[in-house]
């Protein structure tokens, strides 16, 4: 039965906690980091490149994968309900699709493709420096 | 033809010397109908080709070539009535509307650096823990110390 909910606990948490260690974390120094939250990290770098973000207001801006780019904010709106809005930037090979719920699908072109390409690789630059440790001109790793 | 019937058919907006203007383009009638010719050309000229092909091999009888060929003609005439104007003004022709800078951004956009992102992940993923967890706590300091007072 322990080895049953113990699988059960690491499909639904991943690795990082067992049978034992339930409700009493373990002490991991060398914790390996996954996948997301690599790309967490990376969102904290991403929402920082449009500069400060008001109090109370949350941002992410990160590269979920090849083709995609995500920009999310959350604000509180003026009767206290928390307003939020996720754009997608899909890259077709006929151009970047902006996906938004409820509104229709565009192409973007002129100033917003082109602070979205600013965006993207001030974004690159930085997550290559400091979180991938590759100089991003010629992808080698920096001493 | 009156206001009704202009909405039915979504009619562009058009000017006196006769001139379409879709909001960004501007295009000639003139040339708007030899790009039509030209087109239905190129069409019927690939049917003939390929009706003639099937027919040398036998895989069409002759008698309904034409009765097929008219077929395809008029589905031509519906499918360019119903999504002629919209496909015009779709994605793809979007690089001809993009301007030269659009297309040089589009590109950064598409390939920013010698190594992708996703490839980055894979290699820090594969790295040694020790490593990764260096790189978090640079990340977060404010996390890690918050961690370590938890310990």
Same mark, same amino acid.
């Given at each position: 039965m322990s080895r049953v909910l113990s699988k059960a606990i690491k499909l639904l948490v991943g690795n990082d906690t067992t049978s034992e260690s339930l409700g009493k974390p373990?002490?991991?120094?060398?914790?390996?980091?996954?996948? $997301?939250?690599?790309?967490?990290?990376?969102?904290? !770098? @991403?929402?920082?490149?449009? @500069?400060? !973000?008001?109090? @109370?207001?949350? $941002? /992410?801006?990160? &590269?979920? &994968?090849?083709? &995609?780019?995500i920009w999310y904010e959350e604000w509180t709106d003026e009767s206290k309900k928390v307003q939020s809005t996720t754009t997608r930037y899909e890259i077709h090979d006929k151009g970047v699709l902006k996906v938004q719920d409820g509104k229709?699908?565009?192409? !973007?072109? @002129?100033? /917003?493709? $082109?602070?979205l390409s600013i965006a993207i690789q001030k974004y690159y630059e930085i997550v290559m420096r400091d979180i991938y440790k590759r100089d991003h001109v010629t992808g080698e790793p920096i001493n | 033809m009156s206001e009704q019937d202009n909405r039915m058919f979504k009619i562009p907006p058009h000017t006196d010397d006769g001139v379409l203007d879709d909001g960004e383009n501007i295009v000639s009638i003139n040339d708007l109908k030899r790009s039509n010719e030209r087109n239905k050309d190129l069409k019927n000229e690939v049917v003939e080709i390929s009706l003639h092909q099937a027919n040398s091999e036998n895989i069409i009888p002759y008698d309904d070539l034409n009765r097929l060929k008219s077929q395809r003609n008029d589905i031509d005439t519906i499918y360019s009535q119903a999504?002629?104007?919209?496909e015009a003004n779709s994605s793809s022709q979007l690089l001809e509307t993009m301007d030269r800078d659009d297309i040089q951004f589009y590109e950064i956009i598409r390939k920013p650096g010698p190594v992708d992102l996703d490839e980055a992940r894979r290699l820090m993923v594969? #790295? +040694? *823990?020790?490593?990764? #967890? +260096?790189? #978090?706590?640079?990340?977060? *300091?404010?996390?890690?110390?918050?961690?370590?007072?938890a310990a």
């Open positions: 373990k002490k991991r120094p060398f914790k390996e980091l996954t996948e $997301r939250e690599l790309i967490q990290l990376e969102s904290e !770098i @991403g929402a920082k490149l449009f @500069g400060p !973000i008001r109090p @109370g207001c949350r $941002r /992410e801006f990160f &590269n979920e &994968n090849k083709t &995609n780019w229709p699908y565009v192409y !973007i072109k @002129g100033d /917003e493709l $082109r602070n | 999504v002629g104007y919209e594969e #790295a +040694h *823990p020790a490593y990764q #967890a +260096h790189i #978090a706590e640079m990340l977060n *300091p404010k996390k890690s110390k918050k961690r370590k007072k």
